[in-house]
Nanobody
Framework: QVQLVESGGGLVTTGGSLRLSCAAS????????MGWFRQTPGKEREFVAS????????YYADSVKGRFTISRDNAKSTVYLQMNSLKPEDTAVYYC????????????WGPGTQVTVSS
C-alpha cells in the first residue's frame, strides 16, 4: 500500500497562496488517480480536487474551482495543490489519497497538513 505524507500548509491572510505537496512511497503511484481532501473539526472530510494518472484530466469541487490547481509529477511520486485567492473558509487540514471518482481508495490517511486563512 502507498504511504502518503502531506506538507506545505501554513498560516496566510485572505487572498494569499500556498502550495501543498503529497509525497507517496512505493512504485505504484503512477497507476493511481490522486485526490486532495480537507476536513475541519466536526465536519466530514470533503473532496477538493483530483487528477487522473496521466494528468490529462482534473476535477474540482465547486468551492475551489478557478482558485486551486492540482498537478502531479509521477517521476517524483508527488501530487501538488496550488491554492490561490485563499479564503477563511478554506481553513482545514488537507489530505491526499488515491481516488476512484471523488471517493478515497484507502481507509488510512497521512498526517495531513494544516492550512489556516486569517481574515
Amino acid at each position: 500500500q502507498v504511504q502518503l505524507v502531506e506538507s506545505g500548509g501554513g498560516l496566510v491572510t485572505t487572498g494569499g497562496s500556498l502550495r501543498l505537496s503529497c509525497a507517496a512511497s512505493g512504485r505504484t503511484f503512477s497507476t493511481y488517480d490522486m485526490g486532495w481532501f480537507r476536513q475541519t473539526p466536526g465536519k466530514e472530510r470533503e473532496f477538493v480536487a483530483s487528477i487522473i494518472r496521466n494528468s490529462f484530466s482534473t476535477y474540482y469541487a465547486d468551492s475551489v474551482k478557478g482558485r486551486f490547481t492540482i498537478s502531479r509529477d509521477n517521476a517524483k511520486s508527488t501530487v501538488y495543490l496550488q491554492m490561490n485567492s485563499l479564503k477563511p473558509e478554506d481553513t482545514a487540514v488537507y489530505y491526499c489519497n488515491p481516488v476512484v471518482g471523488r471517493r478515497p481508495v484507502f481507509g488510512s490517511w497521512g498526517p495531513g497538513t494544516q492550512v489556516t486563512v486569517s481574515s
